[in-house]
Structures are given as structure tokens and as C-alpha cells.
């Protein structure tokens, strides 16, 4: 096995733009709104750009190598996450997602937790998280006298920061903000409010599974100075485990049989080595290591985030 690197898959969004052409050197023409670095949802399947799997899609390569590429406790029927990039010129409608339990029972689908890592932010952007109100009554009655904008949780966040949305938080990006999205492998969404642009809302739905309870703040993390590089450990979290290595010279790392890993380079440009050959990396790629890929070394002058499924 050997690092694997994937077709990035554009989706075209009304509230898109052309933000992720700081990060990315082959965005499409259009309103680029959503980049999916690292798929294998049914509505959006990476393609290897690289080596003897060149061509086939992550799913097959799956199928192919099992545990030597995803590990011993990943389900090799369900892969377990989803990447992507997110710009947003417009503000996005206000929105919560499903957990596990209810997406199985009633969309054949998995829950969405979510994480992100802001990447920029223009003209002090804002971002939803929450909604200030006493018991789904009011819930209820804000949605229905279109009042929801009043009472949204609004932050302001900060590039480098990380916020963990979970499943049942009333959540939105808002223009002006990108950011990198590592989710649980899932495409569901329940709209509450969309500015009246003509979209379809989900509020029965969202009703179902909202949670008013849950506060969402940036998440703390521990810094550490290794020798030719910086980790940034953020806490651990239900569905994955995220990192931010600042490589300056070199780092040498190995695989977790247990499970893959993944990278996506923020900045800068750096090569991967391993036992049978080398990999280029560049802002915007993402590259996954296979669990049994052995010891490896990044070098370069280049930012990570570093991902890994639990």
C-alpha cells in the first residue's frame, strides 16, 4: 500500500464564491461553494489520482485492500468520515443535523457530527452556534412568526480555531468564512430558515432532532515543541481525533494498524516518504495513510491537519 491522493469533487452551492482559490490552484469556473477532498458517500465518490489504483474510486480500493488500508477497527462497510473544504460568499441557511440513531431509522443514512477548523475569515464573518431560547415552544413559534434571526447564538471566529458541531446543534457558516469540514459520512441536512431563496425546509424533521441544550464554544488545545516541528492537540472528540502539525524541517511518524490517517495540507509544500517511494504534498491536497503503510517521514516547510476516525 502507499499514500493515496484523490480527484477533489466541486460542488457548485448559491451561497458559494470563490474563496478556496487561496487554498486550491484547479477550482471550475461558477460559485463554488463545497470541495470534497475524501468521500465515499453515494452522492460523491473520490477517484485516486495516484499509483497502481489510479482511476478507481476509494470504495474499491477498499473492497481491494480492506484492513491494510483502512485498519483493524474500521468497519470496511462503512467508512466512517468525509472531508471537505467549505467557502461561503452568502450565509448558509440556518441548519441542524441528525445522530446516528435517528438517521438509521429514517433516512438509511448516518448521523452528522461535524468539526471545524477555520481557515479564513473576511470582513468579521460570523458563524451559528445555537439558538438562545427557553423550550422548544419557543422553538416552535420563532420559526413559525419567521423571528429565528433574533435569537441565533453568533460568533465571530478566529482562523486556526476549532469548533465541534454536533448533531442536534442549531449551527450556519456565514459569509465571509472558509473552513475545512471533517464530518461523519453523511449528506443530511435539515433546513430551519433560508432567507425566503426558495430552497426546501425541513422543519418537521428538524424538530425531531434538535437539541437546544447543547453550548458550542472553540474548542481548547494542548501545544507541544517537538524537534523540527509543533502539534497542536485538540481534545478528543466522539467520532474523530484532529491535529495541527507545523513541520518546519522534518517529521517521522508510522501507521496505526489500527486505523487510517489522513492529511490535508493548509500551507506550504512538503513530500511524504516511505519503504517504496515518495508523494508530493501542496495546500489543498488531502492524502490518506493506509494503516499498514509502515514508517513514513513528511519533510518541508508546511502546515497539516491530521486526522484520524475512532
Not at 495516484?50 to 468497519?75: D, F, Q, R, S, W
Not at 467549505?86 to 438509511?108: F, G, M, R, W
Request: net charge negative; aromatic share 10%.
Amino acid at each position: 500500500m502507499y499514500p493515496l491522493k484523490f480527484k477533489s469533487i466541486y460542488l457548485e452551492k448559491i451561497w458559494g464564491g470563490r474563496g478556496l482559490e487561496e487554498f486550491k490552484l484547479d477550482v471550475p469556473q461558477g460559485e463554488i461553494g463545497e470541495s470534497w477532498e475524501i468521500s465515499c458517500h453515494e452522492d460523491g465518490k473520490s477517484v485516486v489520482t495516484n499509483g497502481i489504483y489510479e482511476g478507481k474510486t476509494l470504495k474499491e480500493v477498499i473492497e481491494i485492500e480492506k484492513e491494510a488500508l483502512i485498519g483493524k477497527k474500521i468497519n470496511c462497510y462503512r467508512f466512517p468520515i468525509l472531508i471537505k473544504f467549505i467557502t461561503a460568499t452568502d450565509d448558509l441557511s440556518i441548519q441542524v443535523h441528525p445522530d446516528q440513531k435517528y438517521a438509521e431509522e429514517n433516512e438509511n443514512d448516518n448521523g452528522k457530527n461535524e468539526c471545524w477548523y477555520i481557515l479564513k475569515n473576511i470582513n468579521h464573518g460570523k458563524i451559528v452556534v445555537g439558538i438562545n431560547v427557553e423550550n422548544e415552544n419557543e422553538f416552535q413559534n420563532i420559526i413559525k412568526n419567521n423571528e429565528i434571526e433574533k435569537k441565533l447564538n453568533y460568533i465571530e471566529p478566529h482562523e486556526g480555531e476549532v469548533y465541534y458541531i454536533k448533531s442536534g446543534l442549531v449551527h450556519a457558516i456565514g459569509k465571509g468564512i472558509t473552513l475545512l469540514e471533517i464530518q461523519q459520512n453523511s449528506n443530511l441536512t435539515y433546513r430551519i430558515y433560508d432567507y425566503d431563496r426558495g430552497r426546501k425546509l425541513h422543519v418537521d424533521k428538524a424538530l425531531d432532532v434538535v437539541n437546544l441544550n447543547i453550548k458550542c464554544n472553540s474548542e481548547k488545545y494542548s501545544f507541544h515543541k517537538m524537534n523540527g516541528y509543533n502539534i497542536y492537540k485538540f481534545k478528543e472528540i466522539n467520532d474523530f481525533i484532529i491535529e495541527k502539525y507545523e513541520i518546519e524541517k522534518l517529521l517521522m511518524s508510522k501507521s496505526d494498524e489500527d486505523r487510517f490517517e489522513v492529511y490535508i495540507c493548509i500551507e506550504g509544500k512538503g513530500i511524504i516518504t516511505y519503504s517504496n517511494g515518495t508523494e508530493t504534498i501542496k495546500m489543498g491536497d488531502s492524502i490518506m495513510i493506509p494503516a499498514q503503510l509502515g514508517e513514513y517521514a513528511i519533510v518541508g516547510n508546511i502546515q497539516l491537519i491530521k486526522v484520524k476516525a475512532l
